[in-house]
Nanobody, 123 residues
């Protein structure tokens, strides 16, 4: 099992940066794909980014590619989402999640979820 706790959200202006953190506990973190999803009010939860268990492979949604960077530190059981050039449309609750499947964008491949952290970008 993996328990996940997100932090680092907040209210920022368009163009600003934020770094989200995901602290994990549980023996299987280092062998799990870690993903970030987001959900805006009235919208479905959507894939943002994922990193493979060793950190060597990453995947990004087209909407964040070039602006967001996902990373992980298996020594500290922590994953990160560095977000730059934030836009109002990035406003959402951001969730950290873990999967035992390889690098995937499919929501249902992710079994373990954090409680989410709110990111609000004002124009």
């Amino acid at each position: 099992q993996v328990q996940l706790v997100e932090s680092g959200g907040g209210l920022v202006q368009a163009g600003d940066s934020l770094r989200l953190s995901c602290a994990a506990s549980g023996r299987t973190f280092t062998t799990s794909t870690i993903g970030w999803f987001r959900q805006a009010p009235g919208k479905e939860r959507e894939f943002v980014a994922a990193v493979s268990w060793g950190g060597g492979s990453t995947d990004y949604a087209d909407s964040v590619k070039g602006r967001f960077t996902i990373s992980r530190d298996n020594a500290t059981n922590t994953a990160y989402l560095q977000m730059t050039s934030l836009r109002p449309e990035d406003t959402a609750v951001y969730y950290c999640t873990a999967s035992r499947v390889g690098l995937t964008r499919t929501l249902y491949d992710y079994r373990y979820w954090g409680q989410g952290t709110q990111v609000t970008v004002s124009s």
